[in-house]
């Protein structure tokens, strides 16, 4: 071997576990394809989204965490952050953003690069979102992975413009899957032993973890039902969705995070007086300045504040679990 030949050859093999050390790094921040969700979720993360109700144990790579307001202080991406924002209309404060490649660590918003619309799996949206803590990072995963890096805000104002037509999408995706179950024609409320089916704009219903879907005429019964459970079923449920029907479109939404107007006495609904579910705080505004009433969140409802004197019977037919 000629001593040119050696030098490189020794120059190679210094140079080559330094080199790995650099790329390998690299080559994590630039993997497009981590999994997501996490499967087997990852008890370590806990918590859930009010607004489509998937748990942070398999998406906490895109989640995202602020100041309580109305009851929330998490939900699961981005999509999730332009929903609640657009339904109470201000952008929550102290946002932490979950960094994609390791969901451990939140980040404040200000310090986030992220990352629009690569190859890499989002959540809620089809345009995905990955966040990233170092800008360099950020644009050398744009250029592998495709996209563009931008800041919180541009990631935010991307998610608000397309919300809406992706929450028509959601909501089919969800009634597929069985994450909302429209009821049969046989089903009955627990609580008033009518037939939900018969009231597209009153019924609602509870999900809880096991699948078994509890079917309500209205909100009335609903918050009737979570005000004394022991009434109605022999053992209480802890519910784990909570769907009511948004007055104005007619379409499905979480009753945690919906606005609901009560104490009208201009318009009732299947059983008298109701809790009117509207998808935004200014939906329920207008309603209640037109037909009176006052526009609360879902902390604010119990059964006692829908139906003025309310008393529970006492005693009822028990659905068994």
């Not at 790995?20 to 981590?34: G, H, I, Q, R």
């Not at 309603?287 to 003025?308: D, H, L, Q, R």
Request: with cysteine; proline share 7%; aromatic share 12%.
């Amino acid at each position: 071997m000629s001593s040119l030949k050696r030098r490189q050859f020794l120059k190679t093999l210094f140079l080559t576990p330094l080199s790995l050390s650099l790329f390998l790094p690299a080559a994590k921040a630039m993997d497009c394809n981590v999994l997501h969700p996490l499967m087997p979720p990852q008890t370590q993360f806990q918590g859930q989204c009010p607004i489509c109700g998937m748990v942070r144990p398999m998406w906490a790579r895109t989640w995202i965490r602020f100041k309580p307001f109305q009851g929330v202080e998490q939900v699961c991406s981005f999509h999730c952050l332009a929903d609640w924002s657009i339904k109470t209309g201000q952008t929550p404060t102290d946002i932490m953003l979950a960094v994609y490649h390791t969901p451990e660590k939140m980040i404040p918003a200000d310090k986030a690069f992220v990352v629009l619309g690569s190859t890499a799996a989002g959540t809620m949206s089809p345009v995905s979102k990955i966040v990233f803590d170092d800008k360099t990072k950020a644009v050398e995963f744009a250029e592998h992975c495709g996209g563009d890096a931008v800041d919180f805000q541009g990631a935010l104002a991307a998610a608000k413009s397309s919300v809406l037509k992706e929450n028509k999408m959601v909501k089919a995706r969800q009634l597929k899957k069985g994450k909302i179950v429209e009821p049969s024609e046989t089903d009955r409320c627990p609580v008033c032993n009518m037939f939900p089916a018969r009231y597209p704009y009153g019924k609602c219903q509870i999900q809880i973890k096991s699948g078994k879907t509890f079917h309500f005429c209205s909100t009335q019964c609903l918050f009737a039902f979570m005000g004394k459970q022991s009434l109605y079923v022999d053992t209480p449920v802890e519910p784990f969705l909570i769907w009511v029907v948004d007055r104005n479109s007619g379409m499905w939404t979480s009753g945690r995070t919906a606005f609901y107007v009560i104490g009208s006495s201009k318009v009732f609904g299947p059983m008298g007086y109701e809790a009117f579910p509207f998808n935004s705080i200014a939906e329920s505004s207008a309603f209640a300045a037109e037909n009176g009433g006052t526009a609360v969140g879902y902390g604010e409802v119990s059964v006692e504040k829908i139906v003025p004197g309310w008393r529970y019977p006492p005693k009822v037919l028990k659905t068994t679990e």
